[in-house]
T-cell receptor, first 114, second 117 residues
Framework: SQQGEEDPQALSIQEGENATMNCSYK?????LQWYRQNSGRGLVHLIL?????REKHSGRLRVTLDTSKKSSSLLITASRAADTASYFC??????????????FGKGTLLTVNP | NAGVTQTPKFRVLKTGQSMTLLCAQD?????MYWYRQDPGMGLRLIHY???????AKGEVPDGYNVSRLKKQNFLLGLESAAPSQTSVYFC????????????????FGPGTRLLVL
């Protein structure tokens, strides 16, 4: 079953506005990652936040993690048309030794209108 | 440094035909993964490998086989293709450091679109 669930499924904003996407998950995790996928392309890693971290920044990206609520949010500030893409959260869990896997959510489709 | 590459980019098969998808990475990563992506379903893990000569089942392994004969290559085989296997297939790889610590980031290939008629 899917571990991460993004919300909303789709988001349309104007260039310059901020975009916020949320991710909820069900079980304990080691880390949570956000990936971007442009149409017809592979996924690109954006940011990783560990379970003992609460907030992380990378350029215009800000990620928060609330392990008590099992949720994370991705904020993109001052959005640009080039940010138009699908965004996926992925939860990582070490279930012993090398048995490490990521479980992806269904994604949020972000459209930034010029 | 090409990263993760996949061949072919697109393929059409008839039901019952077989084919092999090739994934290659030049980053000396230990871990490699095969996912499928279907509309509204996100990515689902098919099989993965934690090193040369090893493979393991993921979430949706039925109808697929894999091999990791060389560290840099991870092959996904469809023995008898079915329309339900129409999908976009992504390969990914991940680094294991010299200290044995796995780095969480996965690097993805551009994908293979497969249509089974």
């Amino acid at each position: 079953s899917q571990q991460g669930e993004e919300d909303p499924q789709a988001l349309s904003i104007q260039e310059g506005e901020n975009a916020t996407m949320n991710c909820s998950y069900k079980t304990s995790i080691n880390n949570l990652q956000w990936y971007r996928q442009n149409s017809g392309r592979g996924l690109v890693h954006l940011i990783l936040i560990r379970s003992n971290e609460r907030e992380k920044h990378s350029g215009r990206l800000r990620v928060t993690l609330d392990t008590s609520k099992k949720s994370s949010s991705l904020l993109i500030t001052a959005s640009r048309a080039a940010d138009t893409a699908s965004y996926f959260c992925a939860t990582g869990l070490n279930s012993g030794g090398s048995n490490y896997k990521l479980t992806f959510g269904k994604g949020t489709l972000l459209t930034v209108n010029p | 440094n090409a990263g993760v590459t996949q061949t072919p980019k697109f393929r059409v098969l008839k039901t019952g035909q077989s084919m092999t998808l090739l994934c290659a990475q030049d980053m000396n990563h230990e871990y490699m993964y095969w996912y499928r992506q279907d509309p509204g379903m996100g990515l689902r893990l098919i099989h993965y490998s934690v090193g040369e000569g090893t493979t393991a089942k993921g979430e949706v392994p039925d109808g697929y086989n894999v091999s990791r004969l060389k560290k840099q290559n991870f092959l996904l085989g469809l023995e008898s293709a079915a329309p339900s296997q129409t999908s976009v297939y992504f390969c990914a790889s991940r680094l294991l450091t010299s200290s044995g610590r796995a780095i969480g980031t996965q690097y993805f290939g551009p994908g293979t679109r497969l249509l089974v008629l």
